[in-house]
């Protein structure tokens, strides 16, 4: 900004701040329209200011796609969570909303889901009124510091007013703690007549199962021998998807922290059936969502009723090894591009493919054909759309201060190298490479987004996914390329804000 508008913007900045923490809730907050800070995501949602993790209780209803996320609206370090919330119409532009649910006397709000409750199953609404519900974890900090083992508990909020307000259950805690210190992330959906609950349990996925959201009953635990035990299980994610045949499997998202295929945060993924009771797995190989070092606690939903069949995704773009000191001090952390999943073939089992959404489309501004292996990127924002002759190949994206980025394809890996890639010293965990087995996929496209400070590459349109976060002092400007195909296509996009 220039400096006439830096009162405006200090103004701003101030309304947001004040306004995230004692507007009246329904109220629509004051924001600082540009969002204009080095390394502010453009295209990717951020919160108006302050700290942000794990995105919670997506939910689509009556035109409205509904973002919630952990929020410390105090800090730009994590602290007592509450639920942020925005709202969009289509997936790409955001509006900020007042908080929806903060911290009581039964403790801080963790990460969970939130439902549509149809039927008024719950009796929290009315049959002509039914109500949204969000289930999330209470987190009493007393308990957890005086040395308790059962200081999480899942509790529930509702809100009759297209999620505008939201009242908490006189009755909560509707789940309470057997006395095991990691008890959390409730994510449920409707399965048969049924509410089904996938809770995190330390080393496992827990299953309850419900007639009216508040009474549960325990089902089944998962926990195959064989799967990525790191670090601790969190925020499960319970769906279908249909297969290339048309036949229908379940799958179990399971992030682990620490323990990824990269190190630090990371989201193991099973294939198999769900009887209603009991999840079981089809292989036991381990399977990683993505090979980036920052896509974490992701979660799924779809846009029913109005059902398109999509399952969307959305995931924290960062990771616990260094999210707390990333060079940023207005907002801490974005959320990944929302993908698309689908499941392919590989073998004898299924793959996840995740793919950004078709409306980011609209993001596109211009146009371009580049030519030959090195040119200007000419867009801060962009889309790139390059083709990998078969074999091997290298993708330097870098700007003039020397600052870049390496995607490499050798033999059967995939390489990315953020170790120069611009501010890294914040932390060792940072400055790294991080590689991905390719088990024999050849590579015929490559999408690579390009924000202030992320770098998200589609391998293969989606088989194979790289989010990375990246702070680069200007951005990255040129494209070096060798064992690509002549004509790239380079999209500038427009930001959001
Ligand atoms: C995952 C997580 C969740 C927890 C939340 C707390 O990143 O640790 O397990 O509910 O963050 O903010």
């Not at 799924?300 to 990333?326: C, Q």
């Not at 995939?414 to 890639?421: E, H, I, K, V």
Request: net charge negative; glycine share 8%; aromatic share 14%.
């Amino acid at each position: 900004p220039t400096n006439a508008f830096l009162p405006v913007l200090f103004l701003a900045v101030l309304a947001v701040s004040v306004g995230c923490s004692s507007a009246p809730s329904g109220e629509k907050l004051e924001q600082d329209s540009r969002f204009d800070e080095p390394f502010r995501p453009q295209y990717h949602f951020s919160p108006p200011s302050q700290w942000m993790n794990d995105p919670n209780g997506m939910v689509y209803f009556e035109g409205e796609y509904h973002l919630f996320y952990q929020h410390y609206p105090d800090s730009n370090v994590w602290g007592p969570m509450h639920w942020g919330h925005a709202i969009s119409e289509d997936l790409v532009h955001w509006e900020h909303l007042p908080i929806a649910i903060a911290p009581d006397s039964l403790g801080w709000i963790f990460s969970g889901s939130a439902v549509f409750d149809e039927t008024n199953s719950s009796g929290l609404g009315t049959p002509d009124n039914p109500p949204l519900v969000a289930i999330y974890t209470y987190h009493d900090p007393v308990g957890a510091e005086a040395g308790r083992e059962d200081f999480q508990t899942q509790g529930i909020a509702y809100s009759t007013d297209r999620g505008r307000n939201w009242t908490k259950y006189t009755g909560n805690p509707v789940l309470k703690n057997p006395g095991i210190r990691d008890f959390r992330d409730p994510k449920v959906s409707r399965i048969g007549d049924r509410w089904i609950m996938s809770l995190a349990v330390k080393d496992r996925i827990r299953f309850y199962s419900s007639g009216n959201l508040l009474d549960w009953t325990y089902e089944s635990d998962f926990q195959p021998e064989w799967a990525a035990y790191g670090g601790v299980w969190e925020c499960p994610d319970l769906f279908t998807l249909t297969t290339p045949e048309g036949e229908e499997k379940w799958i179990l998202f399971v992030s682990i922290n620490p323990g990824g295929p990269n190190g630090g945060s990371a989201t193991q993924y099973f294939v198999g059936d769900f009887d209603g009771t009991t999840f079981t797995s089809e292989s036991d190989q381990v399977k990683w969502l993505d090979y980036g070092a920052d896509n974490y606690a992701g979660v799924t939903w779809s846009n029913v009723p109005e059902s398109d069949g999509r399952r969307l995704f959305i995931g924290w773009m960062s990771n616990w090894a260094y999210a707390n000191v990333v060079p940023t001090e207005n907002w801490r952390s974005a959320n990944t591009l929302p993908r698309a999943l689908q499941l392919i073939r590989e073998g004898e089992t299924y793959l996840i493919r995740s793919r950004p959404v078709a409306e980011l489309e609209k993001l596109r501004k211009s146009a371009s054909t580049k030519e030959g292996d090195s040119w200007d990127i000419e867009a801060e924002l962009a889309e790139l759309l390059l083709f990998p002759e078969a074999g091997d190949f290298r993708l330097e994206l870098g700007n003039q201060a020397g600052e870049k980025v390496l995607l490499a394809k050798k033999g059967d890996q995939l390489t990315f190298d953020r170790s120069q890639s611009g501010i890294s010293g914040f932390s060792e965990a940072f400055p790294a490479l991080h590689t991905a087995p390719l088990n024999g996929m050849e590579v015929n496209e490559l999408r690579v987004f390009l924000d202030r400070s992320s770098v998200e590459v589609f391998v293969n349109q989606g088989a194979l996914v790289l989010s990375e976060i990246v702070f680069p002092e200007q951005p990255y400007s040129q494209a070096r390329l060798t064992g690509f195909k002549r004509n790239h296509r380079v999209y500038e996009l427009t930001g959001i804000w």
